[in-house]
């Protein structure tokens, strides 16, 4: 049972053409978070939604935004994708306190190609 | 800010084999989480195990095992008894306790189990 779920899974667009992807979670948790994962590197936090307060990184550039409506979905828009922008998007959500607080639960990601 | 080290890029055991994976730290917070994190090849994410700083003892999760040492800032991670589906991508990763922040994560140590 998918419990993070991202669409698409890959995703192709062109040089400059807007581009939105999808996560939603059947887990009711309250903070959702994108991570940027380029080839062979480490997860990169973009930024994320601790309810419906935005937080973003000091280094997430501009081009980068994201929407929570709900509890259960969060968008990442890429507003004018680059070449640079080209990598794997993990969408992620946590419970912040309880028993199984701040460990995150990962989607299977959306793999973003910029021709 | 919060530095996550791993100094194995890759690892290469033969199935049933004992193996650790390093990971060291540093923070100037009391309050934190530590995990490793598993990402076979094309697939999610997915929890290994978690410990939480204020507990001494190491957490174990059937095959898997921690060695935290909290003064030396180090949380290796041993696998006894390797199989096949362990082959992945593995990485430690740091939280702040009692919020909503994001992962912070080493480099990855890619490990390979031998038939």
């Known amino acids: 049972d998918a419990m993070v779920i991202q669409n698409p899974r890959y995703q192709v667009t062109q040089f400059g053409k807007p581009v939105t992807l999808s996560c939603s979670q059947t887990?009711?948790?309250?903070?959702m978070y994108w991570y940027q994962q380029k080839s062979s590197q480490a997860p990169k936090l973009l930024f994320h939604?601790?309810?419906?307060?935005?937080?973003n990184e000091a280094d997430t550039p501009d081009n980068f935004q994201s929407r929570r409506p709900n509890t259960s979905f969060c968008f990442l828009d890429i507003r004018s994708p680059g070449l640079g922008d080209a990598a794997m998007y993990l969408c992620?959500?946590?419970?912040?306190?309880?028993?199984?607080?701040?460990?995150?639960?990962f989607g299977a990601g959306t793999r973003l190609s910029v021709l | 800010a919060q530095t996550v080290t791993q100094s194995q890029p890759e690892m290469s055991v033969q199935e049933a084999e004992t193996v650790t994976l390093s990971c060291t730290y540093d923070t100037s917070e009391n309050n934190y989480y530590l995990f490793w994190y598993k990402q076979p090849p094309s697939r999610q994410m997915i929890l290994v195990i978690r410990?939480?700083?204020?507990?001494?003892q190491n957490a174990t999760e059937n095959r898997f095992s921690v060695n935290f040492q909290k003064a030396a800032k180090s949380f290796s991670l041993k696998i006894s008894d390797s199989q096949l589906g362990d082959t992945a991508m593995y990485f430690c990763?740091?939280?702040?306790?009692?919020?909503?922040?994001?992962?912070?994560f080493g480099k990855g140590t890619h490990l390979i189990i031998q038939p």
């Open positions: 990763a740091f939280v702040k306790g009692g919020g909503a922040d994001g992962l912070t």
């Open positions: 992620a959500t946590s419970r912040v306190q309880g028993r199984y607080g701040n460990i995150q639960y």
């Open positions: 887990l009711n948790h309250n903070v």
């Open positions: 939604y601790y309810d419906k307060d935005f937080n």
């Open positions: 410990q939480e700083a204020y507990k001494q």
